[in-house]
């Protein structure tokens, strides 16, 4: 890891983790020496960071010069903290990561009545049981799905029945406790839904369905829509 890289990590570590951090906090998530911990945290003050604290005493981020500052609106910023939080619980582990870093830029930038408000919000998003964990890198099958790549993956359906499933993969959603993919079935000829957590080694074809992402899903969507308002018609038509 090189230095730029290095500095980097650490800062994002300071926006992140509780504060005050540790030395020995930083050497845990790192893997990095005392010595380089207390060097990386000078040269980050060095380039215009306030970091409150001490070896002996942890840090505490006080002004990321990094960062530009934030202007939110009350409603905007509780809008904002509540969705982060939602998929700080629910999301795949890369973008629950990801979720609790920007809630610490977000806190690195605001103005101290802000931070406050961003500490205690109002709106909260809990889950007593976290959506099962999937069975394959959703980073990587997210990749596929930007890119437009069809993907091949294992997968074992509610009877427990096993197959190899080769589809253009279109969304990820979280629906009725768990991680869902919409995609084009080739083995169907037909749209289908895929727990995550029922998949198993995924890897791309070398095949691609560009520019076709977005309208597949549009229709997709389109039909799920019509399929469900017909389902109220009829329950509605029920004695």
């Given at each position: ?56 005493f ?19 910023l ?20 990801a ?12 103005p ?15 889950r ?38 080769e ?27 895929f ?12 095949a ?7 309208p ?5 969507v ?12 009829d ?5």
């Amino acid at each position: 890891m090189n230095r730029t890289h290095r500095i980097f990590q650490m800062m994002q570590l300071l926006r992140r983790l509780p504060a005050p951090v540790t030395a020995a906090d930083l050497v845990n998530e790192t893997g990095m020496s005392l010595r380089t911990i207390y060097r990386d945290i000078e040269a980050l003050r060095g380039l215009g960071a306030v970091i409150d604290g001490e070896a002996g005493f942890g840090y505490t981020l006080i002004e990321d010069a990094a960062l530009p500052t934030l202007a939110f609106t009350d409603d905007e910023l509780e809008a904002l903290v509540l969705g982060l939080r939602e998929v700080s619980v629910i999301g795949d582990p890369a973008l629950a990561r990801a979720a609790q870093s920007a809630l610490g830029k977000l806190k690195a930038r605001l103005p101290a009545r802000q931070t406050h408000r961003l500490q205690h919000a109002v709106l909260d998003a809990r889950r007593f049981t976290r959506p099962p964990e999937p069975g394959i890198d959703v980073k990587v099958l997210r990749a596929a799905t930007w890119d437009e790549a069809t993907i091949l993956f294992g997968y074992e359906d509610a009877k427990g029945q096993p197959s190899k499933r080769e589809v253009d993969p279109l969304s990820i959603v979280y629906l009725e406790g768990a991680h869902m993919l919409m995609a084009w079935c080739h083995l169907r000829d037909d749209f289908r839904v895929f727990r995550l957590d029922r998949m198993k080694d995924l890897s791309r074809t070398g095949a691609s369905f560009r520019p076709r992402r977005v309208p597949m899903l549009r229709d997709y969507v389109a039909r799920l829509r019509a399929e469900a308002e017909q389902r109220a018609k009829d329950r509605q038509r029920l004695p």
